[in-house]
């Protein structure tokens, strides 16, 4: 049944974080996909805009060249002859007046050979072999066309905050035409040649670039955000889920417990009647035929005490038995546990002065709390005693036998210590020395320190095992103050 209820709630919460994370992937490729529709539809949007500008420049250049040069050169000199020295600086004077402040690095002009007939940079008047493909389809189908030359590429552009001029250039080919027919055989709309000019777009590109870093940015801290959130979601419903499963588990121990006690209490009932009664003539028999021969030294005698012994030893586990299967409600009344310590404490002053054990009290009068005195001796013997047994079976003695009891009083509680020299606690063991029956001696039952935890809680305080410091076990008992 446990290992079911985990299971269900292990694959419960295993399914809230694949579907978690999977809305978290799908929200993360749903924001980079807006921002990059939106970025290049930006992009798209300046580009449209720039190559409207740019073919508004490429239609005034044709215009101001055939009004400033064309027509004044056909009509002076007849004919546009380029190779004279007169006619390109007048051509090169109306290029420069026309694109001053239009950010325009290079103009060029193709004639019908795509030979560079004109250049602003005058080492490639002349040239061929620059003439592409859109050259070509300017100067047969009369057709504009731009490219678009970025030196930094997509990327670069992003993580490049400071770009040099020049990092992006727009490239503009316009067929150069006649505006009216001036020498027979050339109609109006006549090609003369092709205009080809370059112009910096870095900067309202740059625009557009600090608006993909802004909606990447946004995306991301978004992104993360949600990240955040679910990560604590995700995280307070673990911690509720293995606390839910903690309450569930200790529920189900406290049923299991308190079912095996049920068990034991019917099967201790019946059969403690018919034990103890048996068992205390063979003790008080043995007791008596042992006081009338003890001055003999005989086998008989020998034979009494062991059955006196073994009567006795057999007693007390048949009143552990009854004491954990049938515990007994505690009385509310204010006891001081300086008194039960000291009570313990005398009646085991015997033992411990047979097994050499050196006692430390550290308390005071004045410990009350409230609770059943007979209950919390019993609980406060059970420790001690277990604490001289623990140091009695110690065979390597690494220190004296010395047992220390320390108990403090405050306003939120009372804190009751008993702590030995003998070799402490197992590690291995130490979860299960509260179990019922389980124990580390040899002739033991396993419920002293059992009982000692149904007596603690009973009075609504906290039962703490560990090992001392300096080796040794240590009990704690913390109670409310009455």
């Given amino acids: 049944m446990r290992k079911t209820g985990r299971t269900d709630a292990d694959q419960y919460l295993g399914l809230v974080k694949f579907l978690s994370w999977s809305s978290l992937a799908l929200i993360l490729l749903v924001n980079l996909f807006l921002s990059i529709f939106l970025s290049n539809y930006a992009r798209q949007d300046v580009l449209a805009k720039q190559k409207e500008f740019a073919l508004l420049l490429a239609e005034n250049l044709n ?57 602003t940079d005058k080492e490639l008047v002349g040239q061929t072999g620059y003439a592409g493909e859109a050259i070509m389809e300017a100067l047969e189908q009369g057709k504009s066309n731009f490219q678009l030359v970025s030196r930094t590429g997509l990327l670069g552009g992003i993580l490049n905050f400071h770009p040099k001029p020049d990092s992006v250039i727009l490239r503009t080919i316009y067929p150069l035409r006649i505006e009216r027919s001036l020498i027979p055989g050339n109609p109006q709309g006549f090609i003369m040649g092709v205009l080809e000019f370059t112009q910096d777009i870095t900067n309202d590109y740059q625009k557009v670039v600090d608006f993909q870093r802004i909606i990447i940015a946004t995306t991301l801290a978004s992104s993360v955000l949600l990240f955040i959130m679910l990560r604590v979601i995700i995280s307070r419903a673990g911690r509720i889920n293995a606390q839910r499963i903690a309450e569930r588990e200790q529920l189900e121990r406290e049923l299991q417990q308190q079912e095996k006690l049920a068990g034991m209490g019917r099967m201790v009932a019946g059969i403690a009647h018919e034990i ?22 005989s086998v008989n005698a020998k034979l009494l005490s062991a059955i006196f012994d073994e009567s006795k030893r057999l007693s007390k586990t048949v009143g552990d038995f009854l004491d954990y299967a049938r515990p007994k409600s505690p009385r509310q009344e204010r006891v001081d546990l300086a008194i039960i310590c000291d009570q313990a404490l005398t009646f085991l002053e015997a033992k411990c002065e047979e097994l050499g054990v050196a006692v430390s009290r550290d308390y005071a009068p004045g410990l009350f709390v ?33 047992i220390a009891v320390t108990a403090t009083a405050s306003e939120e509680a009372v804190v009751l210590s008993v702590t030995d020299s003998g070799p402490g606690f197992c590690p291995e063991n130490k979860d299960r020395l509260l179990d019922p029956f389980f124990t580390t001696k040899d002739a033991g039952t396993g419920l002293g320190l059992a009982i000692v935890r149904t007596i603690v809680e009973s009075h609504n305080a906290n039962l703490t095992l560990d090992n001392a410091p300096e080796s040794g076990a240590r009990v704690t008992m913390t109670f409310p103050p009455a």
């Fill in 276 to 297: 103890r009664n048996p068992l205390g003539i063979i003790r008080s028999t043995a007791e008596l035929l042992l006081k009338r021969g003890k001055d003999a030294d």
């Fill in 63 to 119: 215009h101001q060249i055939y009004q400033r040069f064309t027509l004044p050169t056909v009509i002076g000199f007849g004919r546009v002859e380029l190779s004279q020295p007169a006619q390109y600086d007048r051509l090169e004077k109306t290029v420069l007046s026309t694109i001053h402040s239009f950010h325009v690095s290079e103009v060029r002009i193709y004639d019908y050979d795509k030979r560079v007939s004109f250049s």
């Fill in 370 to 402: 409230s609770g059943d005195k007979d209950l919390l001796y019993r609980a406060v013997y059970n420790v001690l005693s277990n604490a001289l047994d623990a140091m009695a079976e110690d065979k390597e003695k690494a220190r004296p036998p010395a």
